[in-house]
């Protein structure tokens, strides 16, 4: 597939195929060296790798953020529309760890579903 | 943008320093506002207009901004020049801060609003 | 039915919005200054808003991204960084001035003390945000808001020059003050152009739903909306000119602003001002937490959404709840609402470019846009606002400092 990475691939939700949103794409694993056309093999999801998007401040927040990385093969893609949209669930791809984990604490709360 | 927020807090914070005429003006005039106000209020209070709780409460804001200017009129450093006209005026707020008070405690009064709105007015050279 | 609703969205956006404490203290601030001579800078800022939230309500709309999202993906992971960070300062600044501003008119309303009614202002919209529907929340706080048309009442009641009141908007630079002219203008279009609103109304509308096909709703509630906040903040303008100029008074309190509806029309009027006080800035409160809430959400890729329900995007319920804690200890430190107002407002101007200009760009991309790109009278327009925004925001700092915050 040829896309243009910066425009649709960069930083743009991901969504899993309920249509859950998971995290936006950090990062990008690209493959291919000189003389060979770049190839996307995996997207990167995660505080941890703020870092590497923007220095010390980057750092910072993804440290606040609790720094966590995760990868996204890129067979796992479905397609590239205005967001990029997964083949499977979020928690089997480990995505959207931060609510699945909080989820049970704000359901005790009553009304937590209206 | 940081360090535009960094600047306006030292330079706004350096205004509780000593009084200079500049202050002594600006305090004047919202001693006056305050004046000004008490009487807008007293003066719906004698015609039954003001509901009791915000008379009462508003009252209380206004003899509190007064009684703060009183303090620190009164115990603030000044240029020598002008030090009696600031002590002058810590006593004008402290009566403003009586005056107000005696709205603040008869709320529902006609007739002490009544008075409490001639003294301010005068107080306050209001129109 | 739903335009009905939707309507009622940037109805309860635009009064919640556009007449928020900030709004209050500025118009009437201003009036009690300088008169009439500022009406001017009012349309200026009311076009300046429906612009800004048009072309966000055209993204959400066409391309099914609000704010944040668009902002990231367009300029990047560090300069959307930047942009979320003096927004989320900003916007937490905001919420504390107008939860100090609920419990004051609560204080007014019911004598209560001032300390236990901010508590009971966090806990009373925690408790109605967390159990009522968006739909019922924007219809209470929406139509309670209206409740601030007495001051249009009261304005007209006060009898004001209408000669003067129509000379004072021809633009023109004040005869002395020029520092002062300068900073309310400042302040009243930093009033006028919240940003937190414009990012609650395009939240708001990908959580109704919006497609290409309610773009012409999305203008018809940017332009009726605002253009009713617009109306009440010349309002209280008159007011502060007709009432408080020539008493000599400048309103430092929100009782002072109440005042303003009672002089000319006694009990009734008063207490519809801080029944109005209370839901404008009550549901200003609401639209700016949820901003943050959205804002943080987006940018880093959670769910998010009111319609999600606290069990389906918990980030997202947990951020706006802390939020809300985090200005109650704002206030409960016992700053002054109004002073914090001031600072708010100021800044948020200062920090405007950085979403304006992304959002500019992203609603001329054709990537995202297709056909429903900016035309040319947005682009003027978008222009146009784009160097008064740039212009406004370079102005804000020294102008606040060379003016000692309003106080010259």
Excluded at chain 1, 43 to 48: E, F
Excluded at chain 2, 24 to 52: F, K, M, Q, W, Y
Excluded at chain 3, 218 to 224: K, L
Excluded at chain 3, 229 to 239: C, D, E, I, T
């Amino acid at each position: 597939m040829e896309i243009d990475i910066g425009l649709h691939l960069l930083d743009h939700q991901l969504l899993d195929k309920d249509g859950r949103r998971c995290g936006n794409a950090d990062d990008l694993a690209i493959e291919g060296g000189p003389g060979e056309t770049p190839e996307v093999v995996a997207i990167l999801v995660g505080p941890g790798f703020w870092g590497q998007r923007a220095g010390w401040i980057g750092k910072l927040a993804g440290w606040i953020g609790g720094g966590r990385r995760v990868r996204v093969d890129w067979s796992d893609v479905d397609k590239v529309d205005s967001a990029i949209e997964l083949k499977r669930g979020a928690t089997e791809l480990g995505l959207g760890r931060g609510d699945d984990r909080l989820r049970p604490w704000i359901a005790k709360i009553p009304g937590a579903g209206r | 943008m940081c360090a535009g927020v960094c600047g306006v807090f030292v330079v706004a914070g350096c205004n509780g320093g000593t009084v200079d005429r500049h202050a002594l003006t600006n305090d004047s005039s919202t001693l006056d506002s305050i004046a000004c106000e008490g009487a807008l209020l007293a003066h719906d209070v004698a015609r039954g207009r003001s509901p009791v709780f915000f008379a009462r409460e508003q009252a209380e804001e206004l003899r509190i901004q007064s009684s703060n200017f009183a303090d620190a009129l009164s115990r603030r450093k000044t240029i020598p020049a002008i030090k009696d006209q600031v002590r002058q005026k810590a006593k004008y707020a402290a009566t403003l801060a009586a005056t107000l008070q005696q709205l603040h405690n008869h709320p529902s009064s006609r007739s002490v609003a009544a008075s409490v709105e001639r003294k301010l007015k005068k107080l306050g050279n209001c129109s | 039915m739903s335009k009905v609703l939707g309507l009622a969205l940037g109805i309860l956006a635009a009064i919640g919005g556009f007449v928020d404490i900030g709004d209050l203290v500025f118009n009437v601030s201003a009036g009690a200054t300088f008169g009439y001579e500022l009406m001017w800078v009012i349309p200026i800022g009311v076009v300046g808003i429906i612009v800004y939230s048009e072309m966000c309500g055209r993204v959400a709309a066409v391309s099914g991204k609000a704010v944040f999202d668009a902002i990231r993906e367009r300029v990047g992971f560090k300069a959307g960084l930047g942009a979320l960070v003096s927004s989320e300062v900003v916007n937490l600044m905001t919420l504390a001035a107008e939860v100090g501003g609920v419990a004051i008119a609560l204080q007014l309303l019911s004598g209560l003390p001032y300390r236990w009614l901010i508590v009971l202002a966090i806990v009373a919209l925690l408790v109605v945000i967390w159990v009522t529907s968006f739909e019922w929340l924007e219809r209470i706080f929406g139509y309670g808001g209206l409740c601030m048309l007495v001051f249009a009442v009261a304005a007209i009641k006060l009898g004001p020059s209408w000669t003067d009141v129509g000379k004072g908007f021809i633009p023109h630079i004040a005869g002395d003050s020029k520092l002062l002219y300068g900073y309310f203008i400042i302040g009243l279009l930093g009033a006028a152009l919240t940003p937190y609103e414009v990012y609650f109304y395009s939240s708001g509308g990908i959580e109704d739903q919006w497609s290409p096909k309610d773009i012409g709703l999305n203008r018809a509630n940017a332009i009726i909306g605002y253009g009713l906040g617009g109306f009440l903040s010349l309002a209280l303008m008159v007011v502060g000119a007709a009432l408080f100029l020539s008493r000599g008074i400048s309103p430092e309190h929100l009782g002072t602003i109440a005042l303003g509806a009672e002089v000319p029309l006694g009990q009734i009027g008063l207490l519809l001002a801080l029944v109005g006080i209370l839901f404008a800035v009550g549901g200003a409160s609401i639209d700016t937490v949820f901003s943050g809430a959205y804002n943080l959400a987006q940018f880093c890729g959670w769910e998010w959404g009111r319609y999600r329900h606290a069990r389906g995007a918990p980030r997202f319920a947990l951020t706006w709840i802390v939020l809300l804690v985090l200005a109650m200890g704002i206030v409960l430190t016992g700053v002054d609402p109004v002073v914090l107002t001031e600072y708010a407002v100021i800044f948020s101007v200062v920090a405007l470019p950085l979403t304006y200009i992304p959002i500019l760009l992203v609603a001329n991309d054709r990537a995202y846009m297709g056909r429903y790109g900016n035309g040319r009278l947005a682009n003027v327009l978008g222009l146009l606002y784009l160097v008064v925004i740039v212009i406004v925001a370079l102005s804000a700092v020294p102008l606040m400092i060379l003016t000692n915050v309003g106080q010259n």
